[in-house]
């Protein structure tokens, strides 16, 4: 069995900063894409970040410049590091990747991390 494990959520205020983590685990062969997704009351999941080896990072307009994805290939984990956070950041945060493991390949999640961002 393959799974991620996300961590780091909380309340912060906004202008603040949360640092997200997600490590995934199990009968892992090799990960290829790994990101970040959210979705807030009544929206639709989104796409916030998304990185691949050996291919540019990629963001959504809106985070752009303030949000940071990064990776550790060694600990299978991928990090979120999200500064100057707003209101508008406030959502459930879900780490996903796309895995081959001992039985299938293809995209798992994690079981999400509330962020919110109020004063």
């Known amino acids: 069995q393959v799974q991620l494990v996300e961590s780091g959520g909380g309340l912060v205020q906004p202008g603040g900063s949360l640092r997200l983590s997600c490590a995934a685990s199990g009968s892992i062969v090799s990960i290829n894409a790994m990101g970040w997704y959210r979705q807030a009351p009544g929206k639709q999941r989104e796409l916030v970040a998304t990185?691949?080896?050996?291919?540019?990072?990629n963001y959504a307009d809106s985070v752009k410049g303030r949000f940071t994805i990064s990776r550790i290939n060694a600990k299978n984990t991928v990090y979120l590091q999200m500064n100057n956070l707003k209101p508008e950041d406030t959502a459930v945060y879900y780490c996903n990747a796309y895995i081959v493991s001992g039985y299938k390949r293809g995209d798992y999640w994690g079981q999400g991390t509330q962020v919110t961002v109020s004063s």
């Open positions: 990185i691949t080896s050996g291919a540019p990072t």
